[in-house]
């Protein structure tokens, strides 16, 4: 158990769709990153945020957002589904801005199974 | 384009094996490379390595980065069927962006 949390564990809509992924991270980190894994594509880191504020922006839709709380747990929302974006979404957090903080380590949430028909 | 390179894409070996996977990056102003381990669901941290030349151990799991060519390798030696996994090789470059290999399957045939 990372210290991770994710929730829900499985969520199935329907395309058009809008939905909230949501994540806690381990307690006294304060970065929280968020990527997306399906079968062709492998993972792909979305967006970070640090202390509230985004820090860094990868391969992130214009349909998908988030945002972290002042609590620092951080939402993704989703909206417009397609299928592609059927996928495990999974959050990491860490101490620092740093993607790995002292030691390198991102600790990974147990991620959210998505499945858009 | 910041790319993360991983061979072989799969591997099938008997326990007490021992296996070299590989991981090669082409990234702007690279950091550091990490390895982690996928099971069954969420990625665990394996590594960092940043000094090129200097070898991280953790049990039978050992691996080296080697900056000139631009690579890394993940040892594993006496190899056990908890080891089955897929591992992913990460480069993380300098606005603090992870790139993923798409990662090596390993099986272990007990």
């Known amino acids: 158990d990372s210290g991770v949390t994710q929730t829900p564990k499985h969520l199935i809509t329907a395309t058009g769709q809008r939905v909230t992924l949501r994540c806690s991270p381990r307690?006294?980190?304060?970065?929280v990153y968020w990527y997306q894994q399906s079968l062709d594509q492998g993972l792909q880191f979305l967006i970070q945020?640090?202390?509230?504020?985004?820090?860094a922006k990868g391969n992130i839709l214009e349909r998908f957002s988030a945002q972290q709380f002042p609590d620092l747990h951080s939402e993704l929302n989703l909206s417009s589904l397609e299928l592609g974006d059927s996928a495990l979404y999974f959050c990491?957090?860490?101490?620092?801005?740093?993607?790995?903080?002292?030691?390198?380590?991102?600790?990974f949430g147990p991620g959210t199974r998505l499945l858009v028909l | 384009e910041d790319k993360v390179v991983q061979s072989p894409l799969s591997l099938v070996v008997h326990e007490g094996d021992t296996v070299t996977l590989n991981c090669s990056y082409e990234?702007?102003?690279?950091?550091?490379l990490l390895w982690y381990k996928q099971e069954k669901k969420a990625p665990t941290f394996l590594f960092m390595l940043?000094?090129?030349?200097i070898e991280k151990k953790s049990g039978r799991l050992s691996s080296i980065l080697d900056k000139k060519e631009l690579s890394s390798i993940l040892n594993i030696t006496a190899t056990q069927t908890g080891d089955s996994a897929i591992y992913l090789c990460?480069?993380?470059?300098?606005?603090?962006?992870?790139?993923f290999g798409t990662g090596t399957r390993l099986t272990i045939i007990p």
């Open positions: 990491a957090s860490s101490v620092s801005p740093l993607a790995g903080g002292a030691e390198g380590t991102q600790y």
């Open positions: 940043t000094s090129s030349g």
């Open positions: 990460a480069a993380l470059f300098g606005n603090e962006k992870l790139t």
């Open positions: 307690s006294g980190d304060l970065s």
């Open positions: 945020y640090y202390n509230g504020e985004e820090r």
């Open positions: 990234v702007t102003n690279f950091r550091s």
